[in-house]
Each structure stands twice: as structure tokens, then as C-alpha cells.
Nanobody
Framework: QVQLVEHGGDSVQPGASLYLSCQAS????????MAWYRQAPGTQRELVAT???????RHTEIAKGRFTISRDNGKNTVYLRMDNLKPEDTAVYLC???????????????WGKGTQVTVSS
């Protein structure tokens, strides 16, 4: 059984910063690419950023200049640093990880349940 649990969401004012984390636990042989997505009410889930096992990062237009993704392989954890938050960043932020549970299995996408970020004055 594999679980991904996010932490760090909060209600903040515009211009504030938040630091999200997502840790994978359970039967894990290997974790490939990890990613952050977000979903606002009534909208589709959208990709924010990805980071590979080798720490190669890609930030989408949503994130460029304000958000930074990183990971700690030893802790099976991915982070998202968010600066200069805006009301339009309000959403549930979810993490995803490509995980192999044994050396014989293909990687499967696992998702966390999300953490709420609300930006409002």
C-alpha cells in the first residue's frame, strides 16, 4: 500500500509565501518523476511543476518566477515553495508520484488527496 500525504496548505493574504510538502510512504521500491498539480473549483486539474529523480525540474507557466519545486529522495518527499501568492492561486494542490512497488513492477501514478491553499485579502 502506497500513500502520498500533502501538508502546508493555508489561508494567506496576497503576497505571502507558502511551503508545501508531500511525502510518499508504504511499499516503495523506486520513485520516478514527482509532480504538483492544482485544481480550483469548477476547473480542470492543471500541472504546476515536475521534478525527476535526478532533480531535473520543469515549471509550467503557472509557476515560473514564483514557485519552485524540489525533492528529497532520501525522504521520498517533494516540495513546492510558493512566493508572491495571488488570489488566482487559490486551489487544492495535489502531488503525484510515479512509483514502483517492487523491482518487477512497472511504475504506477499515485496521487495525494491534496492540501487547500486560499489566497484572499
Amino acid at each position: 500500500q502506497v500513500q502520498l500525504v500533502e501538508h502546508g496548505g493555508d489561508s494567506v493574504q496576497p503576497g505571502a509565501s507558502l511551503y508545501l510538502s508531500c511525502q510518499a510512504s508504504g511499499q516503495i521500491f523506486d520513485i520516478g518523476t514527482m509532480a504538483w498539480y492544482r485544481q480550483a473549483p469548477g476547473t480542470q486539474r492543471e500541472l504546476v511543476a515536475t521534478v525527476t529523480r535526478e532533480h531535473n525540474v520543469r515549471h509550467t507557466e503557472i509557476a515560473k518566477g514564483r514557485f519552485t519545486i524540489s525533492r528529497d529522495n532520501g525522504k521520498n518527499t517533494v516540495y513546492l515553495r510558493m512566493d508572491n501568492l495571488k488570489p488566482e492561486d487559490t486551489a487544492v494542490y495535489l502531488c503525484k508520484a510515479e512509483i514502483r512497488t517492487t523491482q518487477f513492477d512497472d511504475a504506477v501514478d499515485y496521487w495525494g488527496k491534496g492540501t487547500q491553499v486560499t489566497v484572499s485579502s
